[in-house]
């Protein structure tokens, strides 16, 4: 696990802690509950959406391997195509920016509406609240009201505070400000806060961003702009995820909706294409279930027997 | 939507095009790029692989070879293909001989079946239908209210005698619905059900319930364009679990990629009749897998784009703005309705999407504001009913008042006097020789005309280019509405 950096609240002192550990292996549907044939390894990549292009790549040099190492036994394919995937998935920068002395820390949760937005909110709250975090989230969606219940609902569960706005439609960009407000008043380690999902075009979610980020800035550094994506919604969330990357200074994707019938290809195809480090994933619909993005375990649960 | 399937696929046949013979090598690596253009936009793999097959039959065979332009041949096939795929006939919602059609709709959670519920009983009620909606969603948080909300906003009744959120008997409701509509004497009862988050027997179990209890005319699968391969597994789970009678695609917007829409058809055997996109209530629109073949081709949908002005341009409206035309009293107030009308027919993007060859400027547009349209409205808003009919007694101070009243700048207020005077008077002569009422489809040659110039109108003032593409857009529409619609 990552270590990440907090200030103590009785001393003072900066320190080390670690987030409750989480794996998502048992989470992965496996893409081989049978023998692994190398013939049919492309189509099963393609059909897990991984993207035609990734899929034959991975194909050719697994067959490639496999060639040179000759192994035939299932177990011994599976192992390498395991260490091949978690190679290619894995980068330096997939821990999130919780490392600088500069507290709050600011976390800025972009996407669009749909894909989990909320939840992942919701989630890290209680998660990071779990780890002895000081949380507080700041509904600046002001859009869709009922955006602000739920996260309502989640920041009581996370023993978070919620800032709200006060009116309709309040510009988001004061709420944000009065988010990051609470958190110094109150000595929070962390502001989350949620943006409105659906941005007419880039100059609109741009303009909004920008603004939102100058009035954090009066108080407090921007540590993560982190994008949502729904895994189920495949090559899909690649054109969202660019049109987003394009439009703000993204650090880090979540990638919810993990489990079940996804298979979590797009995974792949967003770092490779992207070049932008997943760092968070939502693997059911239980509070808990949500954790880092670990390349290793991820591998490991596509090449389960 | 598929704008990236579309331009690809214009590369790709780019590639052919100018040779005068197609070899077989010149086949396989078009198809090649084909294959992944169509796996890139989540077209399911079984469909891409039957897809392939086919064109591949055709273009290697004498079709091909004999034609005189074997490039455009190639692209012809696709085409073909391409309606093939998406379901071939357009189909309409079948009707009961005896009334009420009862028409239940099915699918996972967040493919948008609620909104779609609503939007298919506005489109039922245009067509002198009287619609009942019956909330049988009793699981989702806020189905009930949101179903009941929507409901008001079209004025259609929506019969909720559960309160929803847990508590009810979605299949007592669905009976209590029907008689109520037979006794009521609603001609069509849709049925609104609870979705998942994934495939799960009890839905699929309730959802057979609710079918077994009101005998549906039709079976509507609810499907969310943006899915990616997994649409698959959903769609044939909802046919072999609860069967299907046709199909609706939901937000099939500028950035889905629309793979699911190219692949259900095929895979469930049921043909798409609807495709809805966004969150206004009349953003739906009855599928025609030809135009969408060509829509995807970028060969542009001009019909769609002639039936949706037919639909909101205002017939009565319409004459009376010619004749004042004609007879030299246009004015800026007939000006606004006029803006209020074009935005009706939706976002300028939605329009631009339909028509050919548009695929780059498309991107270009991306960046357009729409709310160019509600300042030019503002600014009119802002003008004493004086100013509105007499633009000539416009001085300086009155412009300077308007400015400030509409919180726009002098200069924008000057700009759009200026594109007035022009339009109008442009809009004088075509009236004095313009083209004859009645001729078939006067909106069609028009438009192409406008994408001429916007082409041109790129001014490096962002308000004068905004301005222009303003003006540009309007001026054909208004003549187009006044002498054939």
Request: aromatic share 4%.
């Amino acid at each position: 696990m990552f270590p990440f950096l907090r200030r103590n609240r009785k001393s003072e002192q900066v320190e080390q802690v670690e987030l409750p550990t989480r794996s998502i292996t048992s989470a992965i549907r496996s893409l081989f509950p049978k023998k692994i044939e190398l013939d049919d390894l492309e189509e099963i990549l393609i059909r897990a959406d991984f993207g035609a292009q990734a899929s034959e790549q991975i194909t050719g040099e697994l067959k490639q391997l496999a060639k040179h190492l000759g192994p035939t036994e299932d177990s011994a394919l599976r192992v390498l195509l395991r260490d091949l995937l978690t190679e290619k998935l894995t980068r330096e920068d997939s821990a999130l920016n919780l490392k600088g002395e500069s507290f709050p820390y600011v976390f800025l949760v972009v996407g669009v509406n749909g894909v989990g937005k909320t939840t992942t909110i919701g989630k890290l709250a209680k998660w990071l609240s779990d780890g002895g975090w000081h949380v507080v989230i700041g509904a600046a969606d002001t859009f869709r009201a009922a955006a602000v219940d739920q996260l309502e609902t989640w920041a009581k569960r996370a023993g978070a505070k919620l800032v709200k706005p006060q009116t309709h439609g309040q510009d988001p960009a004061s709420v944000a400000y009065q988010a990051v407000e609470q958190a110094v008043t109150e000595r929070a380690d962390i502001v989350i806060i949620d943006t409105a999902g659906r941005l007419q075009n880039k100059k609109d979610l741009m303009d909004e961003l920008n603004k939102i980020t100058r009035s954090i800035q009066k108080q407090g550094l921007v540590s993560e702009v982190l994008l949502v994506l729904d895994a189920t919604m495949g090559q899909n969330a690649l054109s969202q995820a660019r049109a987003f990357a394009e439009a703000a200074d993204v650090t880090g994707i979540v990638l919810t909706k993990l489990d079940g019938s996804a298979k979590g290809g797009i995974a792949y195809a967003i770092q490779q294409q992207l070049n932008i480090p997943i760092k968070l994933v939502g693997v059911g619909e239980g509070q808990d279930d949500f954790a880092f993005f670990s390349p290793k375990d991820f591998a490991t649960g596509l090449v389960a027997n | 939507m598929f704008d990236s399937l579309s331009n690809r696929l214009s590369e790709t046949f780019k590639s052919l095009r100018g040779k005068g013979r197609l070899t077989a090598a010149d086949i396989d690596e078009t198809l090649r790029d084909i294959r992944r253009s169509l796996l890139d936009a989540d077209v399911a793999l079984d469909v891409v692989k039957i897809f392939i097959a086919n064109v591949r039959e055709r273009a290697l065979g004498d079709e091909v070879s004999k034609a005189l332009n074997p490039a455009q041949q190639v692209v012809q096939i696709v085409n073909s293909e391409l309606v093939k795929i998406l379901g071939g006939e357009t189909r309409r919602l079948q009707l009961a001989k005896t009334p009420p059609t009862v028409i239940m709709l099915a699918g996972l959670q967040g493919s948008g079946k609620t909104t779609f519920a609503a939007k298919l009983a506005n489109l039922l009620k245009q067509d002198s239908q009287t619609p009942l909606l019956v909330a049988c969603d009793l699981q989702r948080p806020n189905a009930v209210d949101q179903l009941k909300v929507l409901g008001q906003k079209i004025s259609v009744p929506v019969f909720a005698p559960a309160e929803g959120n847990g508590v009810g008997n979605p299949v007592e409701v669905a009976k209590q619905a029907i008689e109520k509509a037979k006794r009521e004497q609603h001609s069509v009862v849709i049925v609104d059900t609870a979705g998942r988050t994934g495939v799960d027997q009890e839905m699929m179990q309730q959802a057979i319930d609710i079918r077994n209890a009101v005998a549906p005319d039709e079976l509507i699968f609810v499907i969310d364009s943006m899915l990616g391969q997994d649409a698959v597994g959903v769609a044939k789970a909802f046919q072999d679990g609860v069967g299907i009678s046709a199909v609706a695609l939901t937000k099939l917007d500028g950035d889905a990629r629309g793979g699911a829409a190219l692949s259900v058809a095929t895979i469930t055997g049921a043909p798409i009749i609807y495709s809805s996109t966004g969150e206004s209530l009349d953003a739906i629109e009855v599928f025609h897998p030809d135009r969408m073949a060509s829509r995807i081709l970028d060969m542009g949908d001009v019909l769609t784009l002639i039936e949706q002005a037919q639909k909101t341009f205002d017939q009565e409206e319409s004459k009376k703005i010619a004749e004042k035309i004609a007879s030299d009293q246009f004015t800026l107030q007939d000006f606004l309705e006029q803006l209020q009308q074009v935005k009706k027919m939706g976002s300028l993007k939605g329009i631009m999407g339909m028509m050919p060859g548009m695929g780059k400027i498309k991107q270009d547009l991306d960046q357009f504001d729409e709310k160019q349209i509600d300042r030019t409205q503002a600014i009119i808003q802002s003008m004493t009913p004086l100013e509105r009919n007499q633009p000539k007694v416009l001085n300086g101070s009155r412009r300077v008042r308007i400015a400030k009243g509409s919180g726009t700048t002098v200069t924008e207020v000057n700009q759009l006097m200026q594109r007035f005077e022009q339009s109008a008077k442009v809009m004088k002569s075509m009236a004095k020789g313009g083209p004859m009422p009645g001729s078939p489809f006067p909106v069609a040659p028009k438009k192409a005309a406008k994408v001429e110039k916007k082409k041109g109108s790129k001014s490096g003032n962002p308000a004068k280019r905004a301005a222009e593409n303003q003006g540009i857009s309007y001026q054909p529409k208004q003549s187009g509405s006044s002498f054939g619609l």
